[in-house]
């Protein structure tokens, strides 16, 4: 293909509840991937872009290596002089790709890799697969030069996005960063992401590389230390996530529910420790 031959976008397929099919009274991905364009017909009119499925799986399928392999597609199809891109995945670990694309992509990205899924399957007539996906191609239209989750009537920074509710329509929610945009009539930019002419002045290396081995632990309280130590030792172990309470609190009370010999031992080890803040609800956050 001839690079910068095209001023197309790009729809890349990869799973999810949007593209599935009732069959045996049991969800699945669909038996031929093409069957997804069946979703909203009336695109290829409106529309220039072309279709490239990379994989066909429940995002709980989906792991590090998989991210590698949307990254470098995604990079592949820059090089071809795709104006934007649409990822059609599913919900479930959709936030944990958006931001492994953000984080591979970094800097050197110059144009919107807009994810989107859906919360119901095509054949549910009042659902969202068919909205969500057009929505997104409105998305993939502007100025946004970031990876982007859109999703019902938001358009939230991938690598701030989590998944909030497994029934209704407006799924993702960005606690600690503002929307990106609203979608109406008009896709309403807030004025908050990085913009195409923005990201033109900026230089940054592509990095698709995504570590195995990383366990992250949910603290409860009374969770024994002596319980994560030997997953730390585990030559498997690469590093691990300490999900905290509250601001990134963690039991630091001598005995055996404190955290601190095992963030001693991990760093000992040479393997990283991630403090992560408890879950975050804090919109004012930013
Ligand atoms: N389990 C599905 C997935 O993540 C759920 C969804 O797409 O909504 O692929």
Redesign the pocket.
């Known amino acids: 293909m001839n690079r910068e031959r095209n001023n197309k976008l790009c729809l890349m397929y990869t ?4 593209g599935m099919q009732r069959r045996g009274g049991v969800l699945c991905p669909p038996e031929d991937p093409h069957d997804f364009l069946k979703l909203a017909p009336e695109l290829a009119k409106s529309v220039d872009f072309d279709y490239v499925p990379i994989m066909n ?4 399928n989906i792991n590090h290596e998989d991210w590698r392999t949307i990254a470098e597609k995604i990079h592949e199809h820059i090089a071809y002089g795709y104006k934007g891109f649409v990822i059609a995945h ?5 936030h944990f790709t958006a931001s492994a694309l953000a984080f591979a992509f970094g800097k050197c990205l110059r144009v919107p890799v807009v994810l989107t ?3 119901t399957i095509p054949e549910v007539s009042h659902g969202d697969a068919r909205v969500n996906l057009i929505r997104a191609f409105k998305v993939a239209q502007t100025e946004i030069a970031e990876v982007v989750i859109s999703f019902g009537e938001f358009v939230f920074r991938g690598c701030r996005a989590q998944k909030k509710d497994e029934r209704r329509f407006d799924a993702f929610e960005s606690p600690s960063y503002y929307p990106l945009g609203y979608i109406t009539e008009e896709i309403l930019l807030t004025g908050l992401a990085r913009t195409r002419t923005g990201a033109a002045q900026e230089e940054g290396e592509f990095l698709p590389y995504f570590s195995d081995g990383i366990v992250q632990f949910s603290l409860i309280p009374g969770l024994e230390s002596r319980l994560i130590e030997p997953v730390v030792r585990d030559e498997g172990c690469r590093g691990i996530i300490l999900q905290s309470f509250g601001a990134g609190n963690v039991p630091t009370e001598e005995g055996r529910y404190s955290v601190i010999d095992i963030i001693r031992l991990t760093t000992d080890l040479g393997k990283p420790t991630i403090v992560k803040i408890g879950r975050a609800s804090c919109r004012e956050r930013v």
């Open positions: 799973g999810g509840t949007i799986k429940d995002s709980t599913g919900t479930d670990t959709m899924g859906a919360q």
